[in-house]
C-alpha cells in the first residue's frame, strides 16, 4: 500500500517535471530546426488575408500587424509576397523597436 503511495507520487511528480519543461521550451521558431520556406511559398502569402515577407533570410507572417503598424498598413500591405528586406532596412535598419516586433511574428527561415 505505502508502495504504491509511492509510486503514484513520484509519477505525478515526473509527470509535473515533465509539463513545466515543456512550458518552459522555446518557441518553435527560435529553434535551429525552424521551417524552411521557399519564396515561392512566400509569393503565395502576397494579401492582407494572408500576409507572409521575407526579411534578411527569415519569414514572417504579418498578416496580424498591418493593422497595427504605426507606419500605415498600406507600408506593410506592399510587403505581403515578397522579400522586404530592402524596404524594412531602409525604414528601420538597427532600431530595435521594429526589430524586435518582428520576431514576433518569424515563421520559419528562408529557404536557399
Ligand atoms: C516589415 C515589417 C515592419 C515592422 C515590424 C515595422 C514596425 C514598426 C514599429 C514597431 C514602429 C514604431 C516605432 C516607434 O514608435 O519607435 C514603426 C513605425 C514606422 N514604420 Fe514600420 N515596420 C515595418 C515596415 C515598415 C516599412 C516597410 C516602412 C516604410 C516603407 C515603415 C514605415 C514606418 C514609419 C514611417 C513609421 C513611423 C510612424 C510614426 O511614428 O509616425 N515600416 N514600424
Same mark, same amino acid.
Given at each position: 500500500?505505502?508502495?504504491?503511495?509511492?509510486?503514484?507520487?513520484?509519477?505525478?511528480? @515526473?509527470?509535473? +517535471?515533465?509539463?513545466? =519543461?515543456?512550458?518552459?521550451?522555446?518557441?518553435? !521558431?527560435? *529553434?535551429? /530546426?525552424?521551417? &524552411?520556406?521557399? @519564396?515561392?511559398? +512566400?509569393?503565395?502569402? =502576397?494579401?492582407?488575408?494572408?500576409?507572409?515577407? !521575407?526579411? *534578411?533570410? /527569415?519569414?514572417? &507572417?504579418?498578416?496580424?500587424?498591418?493593422?497595427?503598424?504605426?507606419?500605415?498598413?498600406?507600408?506593410?500591405?506592399?510587403?505581403?509576397?515578397? /522579400?522586404?528586406?530592402?524596404?524594412?532596412?531602409?525604414?528601420?535598419?538597427?532600431?530595435?523597436?521594429?526589430?524586435?516586433?518582428?520576431?514576433?511574428?518569424?515563421?520559419?527561415?528562408?529557404?536557399?
Amino acid at each position: 500500500m505505502m508502495r504504491r503511495r509511492l509510486a503514484t507520487t513520484t509519477l505525478t511528480g @515526473l509527470a509535473a +517535471v515533465l509539463l513545466l =519543461a515543456a512550458c518552459a521550451a522555446p518557441e518553435a !521558431a527560435d *529553434d535551429a /530546426d525552424a521551417p &524552411d520556406i521557399a @519564396l515561392s511559398e +512566400v509569393e503565395q502569402n =502576397a494579401s492582407a488575408e494572408s500576409c507572409w515577407v !521575407a526579411i *534578411d533570410g /527569415d519569414v514572417y &507572417d504579418l498578416t496580424e500587424w498591418i493593422p497595427q503598424h504605426p507606419g500605415g498598413a498600406d507600408r506593410i500591405e506592399a510587403l505581403c509576397g515578397t /522579400d522586404g528586406t530592402a524596404q524594412f532596412e531602409g525604414q528601420h535598419g538597427g532600431q530595435g523597436g521594429p526589430e524586435s516586433q518582428l520576431e514576433e511574428f518569424r515563421i520559419g527561415e528562408l529557404a536557399d
